[in-house]
């Protein structure tokens, strides 16, 4: 089983930034509003993530690193329309497989939290505010083939950042901040989001945190909704601009779900060269909505991939969205 589990962390676990994108998930399906990565050696000695999420009750810690055990979903029925960020149950035991990993959490309402070690399976009562660690030690210790692949730990550290802020992107409502040895590498504060706030305008503060000031003064803001098909696309388009062209920010979401699609990158680009007829990388950040069951999320390990049941109605929508928003009049 250990063998299983490492070959299967083959899939999920491809170098640290992997890990940091599946601990944030898990903290923001627990409902987290404040999350905390802290990072050693690029998330190669140590990636811990910390939230303030509903906690894992002390029985369910082994659970949670066991292959195939997920609380998200029962059955084939809620795959079609799943709205958390994981549902396969195969994260932590992967993670685990290939490293020296810790679960501490505390529900509300307990006197105390609970600390597993992984390895040894060992379970102590521990100090903490409600709310999930996941700590994770010596990436790929057992498995030096695949520990050289890695780069330095600058790079490795870039593509952890990364894999925070296309979360952060998502949700403007949860704080987040990165501590790479000690200091401080990034922090992004909540966006408060009471009733009646406006979506593209609580998006538009993340986006300047996350993104810088100019990129948000120098795009438009996307809201489209397509009659035919339902679809809504909101966000920020860029204007393309030599100086901040960078073919590694466009960043796509679908139901709230960071994803690399051909489809929605080629219908932006089109857009872009049919009104502005420019060709460069524009920044954008997309956001689409559609029927989750007409979009297929469980096509790779890491989700970073989706089919769309109707892949031209999709095209269609960005594409007419980016168009509206770029074609629309400016000061
Ligand atoms: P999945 O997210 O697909 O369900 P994971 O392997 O990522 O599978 O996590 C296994 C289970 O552990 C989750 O279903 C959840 O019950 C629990 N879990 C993991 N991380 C957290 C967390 N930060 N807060 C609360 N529960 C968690
Ligand atoms: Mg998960």
């Known amino acids: 089983d250990e063998l299983i589990s490492q070959i299967a962390a083959g899939e999920v676990v491809e170098r ?3 890990v940091v994108r599946e601990l944030v998930d898990n903290a923001l399906d627990a409902g987290a509003t404040q999350i905390t990565v802290r990072l050693l050696a690029g998330g190669v000695r140590l990636i811990s993530v910390e939230d303030d999420g509903c906690g894992i009750p002390r029985e369910e810690l082994p659970v949670a690193l066991r292959r195939h055990a997920t609380s998200k979903i029962r059955d084939l029925q809620e795959l079609e329309h799943v709205g958390t960020m994981g549902f396969r149950g195969e994260a932590l035991a992967a993670i685990a497989s290939v490293s020296e990993t810790a679960i501490l959490s505390r529900l509300d309402g307990e006197d105390n939290g609970w600390l597993l070690e992984a390895r040894s399976g060992e379970l102590r009562p521990a100090a903490r505010n409600r709310g999930t660690t996941l700590e994770v030690k010596e990436l790929f210790f057992s498995t030096p083939a695949r520990r050289k692949f890695l780069k330095s730990d600058a790079t490795e550290l870039a593509h952890c950042i990364e894999s925070v802020r296309r979360h952060a992107l998502a949700r403007p409502d949860v704080g987040f901040s990165i501590w790479h040895e000690g200091k401080l590498v990034e922090q992004w504060r909540a966006v408060p ?104 999320v469980n096509v790779h390990p890491t989700k970073i991939e989706v089919r769309f049941r109707d892949s031209r109605e999709v095209h269609q929508a960005i594409k007419h969205a980016v168009e509206d928003a770029l074609a629309a009049p400016r000061a």
């Open 16 to 18: 640290p930034a992997s």
């Open 193 to 296: 989001m009471g009733e009646g706030t406006d979506r593209n305008e609580a998006l538009a503060r993340r986006l300047s945190d996350v993104l810088g000031a100019d990129f948000v003064a120098s795009s438009i803001a996307v809201l489209r909704t397509s009659a035919s098909s339902g679809i809504t696309v909101y966000g920020r388009a860029g204007l393309p601009d030599a100086a901040r062209s960078r073919p590694d920010q466009q960043y796509c979401y679908v139901n709230g779900r960071f994803v690399r699609d051909k489809v929605l990158t080629h219908a932006a680009k089109s857009a872009y060269e049919d009104v502005l007829h420019g060709h460069k990388q524009p920044i954008y950040a997309l956001y689409m909505e559609i029927d989750p069951a007409r979009v297929d």
